[in-house]
């Protein structure tokens, strides 16, 4: 009997990647010659010096992970990874060199490409990978996919017996509203700069410094509408879920200064993202993934930008959403958000 071999799958996010990891697994699962471990990444990182080869499945492979991917590469494993922070941007080519231009690209067995877009991407900028990459598609979407839809149902209906009828705000300010910002640090673009030795001139540097500036204004027209959310729509709730890198600070604070009765926070850390955006009435973010997952699971949603436009707007995402570059045009759409097309 031909011996199993034990595929090891890394879980960073709990509530955006445990449901499509999960069936990752269970796909696995039905070749029967594979096994499966999966737990949260530091958890699996820390068996790997205590067991057989195997195949490590990990998110992504930046400097950060050198010294785990080292240890893997000793004990002849073989690494798949998946970015799927790659999954929009708005410079792929940039994007890809910023996550994948670094020392551990090499130590990569198999490396999987969401579609056309970053696999031709990579193909020019890393073509001595090219060969070890292949299109597969990006699992927190799969999940999405109306066959799989009802995986959803249980925590769908829980949280609309929680909350009823509500709008989900996905907050995207990671850049100014970090929940880990230290105190040598001035934001994101000067610890690329003097952390990472990024030149000040790049295009890099002038995309991020871009998106700062970018969620600086998003943010001012987001206070200006949540301050009258109430008073707009007395028969209205939001529900605000930071992205996970965002400080919930931020928002409770804000919160709790206005006494807000129909604005709430998002603290539930286990549910996924994917089950409050299936139990939401209107979805709204800022140029962030959260969008196209809910374009998925065909819910109406707003792209709320900054007034003037800007070059780390993501063009598919403004292509399948309604686009409000003002607190006053996020409230239009709100009040006509039955005749918001879906596509």
Same mark, same amino acid.
């Given at each position: 009997?031909?011996?199993?071999?034990?595929?090891?799958?890394?879980?960073?996010?709990?509530?955006?990647?445990?449901?499509?990891?999960? #069936?990752?697994?269970?796909?696995?699962?039905?070749?029967?010659?594979?096994?499966?471990?999966?737990?949260?990444?530091?958890?699996?990182?820390?068996?790997?010096?205590?067991?057989?080869?195997?195949?490590?499945?990990?998110?992504?492979?930046?400097?950060? !992970?050198?010294?785990?991917?080292?240890?893997?590469?000793?004990?002849?494993?073989?690494?798949?990874?998946?970015?799927?922070?790659?999954?929009?941007?708005?410079?792929?080519?940039?994007?890809?060199?910023?996550?994948?231009? !670094?020392? !551990?690209?090499?130590?990569?067995?198999?490396?999987?490409?969401?579609?056309?877009?970053?696999?031709?991407?990579?193909?020019?900028?890393?073509?001595?990978?090219?060969?070890?990459?292949?299109?597969?598609?990006?699992?927190?979407?799969?999940?999405?996919?109306?066959?799989?839809?009802?995986?959803?149902?249980?925590?769908?209906?829980?949280?609309?017996?929680?909350?009823?009828?509500?709008?989900?705000?996905?907050?995207?300010?990671?850049?100014?509203?970090?929940?880990?910002?230290?105190?040598?640090?001035?934001?994101?673009?000067?610890?690329?700069?003097?952390?990472?030795?990024?030149?000040?001139? =790049?295009?890099?540097?002038?995309?991020?410094?871009?998106?700062?500036?970018?969620?600086?204004?998003?943010?001012?027209?987001?206070?200006?509408?949540?301050?009258?959310?109430?008073?707009?729509?007395?028969?209205?709730?939001?529900?605000?879920?930071?992205?996970?890198?965002?400080?919930?600070?931020?928002?409770?604070?804000?919160?709790?200064?206005?006494?807000?009765?129909?604005?709430?926070?998002?603290?539930?850390?286990?549910?996924?993202?994917?089950?409050?955006?299936?139990?939401?009435? #209107?979805?709204?973010? =800022?140029?962030?993934? =959260?969008?196209?997952?809910?374009?998925?699971?065909?819910?109406?949603?707003?792209?709320?930008?900054?007034?003037?436009?800007?070059?780390?707007?993501?063009?598919?995402?403004?292509?399948?959403?309604?686009?409000?570059?003002?607190?006053?045009?996020? !409230?239009?759409?709100?009040?006509?958000?039955?005749?918001?097309?879906?596509?």
């Amino acid at each position: 009997m031909k011996k199993k071999r034990t595929i090891y799958i890394t879980v960073e996010s709990v509530k955006r990647e445990l449901n499509s990891k999960i #069936l990752l697994a269970l796909r696995s699962l039905k070749k029967k010659n594979y096994r499966v471990i999966i737990g949260q990444k530091g958890n699996v990182w820390s068996i790997f010096n205590k067991v057989n080869p195997g195949i490590a499945f990990i998110k992504s492979f930046g400097s950060k !992970n050198t010294k785990i991917i080292d240890l893997l590469k000793i004990k002849n494993f073989k690494i798949v990874s998946n970015d799927e922070e790659v999954i929009l941007a708005w410079d792929m080519k940039e994007r890809l060199k910023y996550r994948m231009d !670094n020392e !551990n690209l090499d130590k990569i067995d198999l490396l999987l490409a969401v579609g056309n877009e970053d696999s031709n991407e990579i193909k020019e900028i890393f073509p001595h990978k090219f060969n070890d990459t292949e299109i597969v598609g990006n699992l927190r979407l799969e999940i999405l996919k109306k066959k799989y839809r009802s995986l959803l149902k249980e925590q769908t209906d829980k949280l609309k017996n929680k909350y009823g009828e509500f709008i989900l705000f996905t907050t995207q300010f990671g850049r100014i509203n970090h929940y880990l910002r230290e105190d040598h640090v001035i934001d994101f673009v000067y610890s690329r700069i003097v952390d990472d030795n990024i030149d000040p001139e =790049s295009h890099h540097i002038k995309i991020v410094n871009e998106q700062i500036i970018m969620q600086r204004e998003i943010l001012f027209q987001t206070i200006k509408f949540l301050n009258n959310f109430e008073k707009k729509f007395p028969d209205k709730k939001i529900l605000i879920s930071p992205h996970p890198v965002e400080s919930k600070m931020f928002w409770r604070n804000f919160i709790q200064k206005r006494k807000f009765k129909n604005i709430l926070l998002n603290d539930d850390i286990y549910t996924t993202t994917h089950a409050y955006i299936n139990a939401s009435s #209107l979805v709204i973010s =800022s140029n962030s993934t =959260s969008l196209l997952e809910a374009y998925f699971l065909e819910k109406h949603t707003i792209n709320f930008l900054a007034k003037y436009k800007s070059a780390a707007e993501i063009k598919f995402l403004k292509d399948i959403c309604k686009v409000a570059r003002s607190a006053d045009e996020v !409230n239009t759409l709100i009040e006509n958000s039955k005749n918001i097309n879906l596509n």
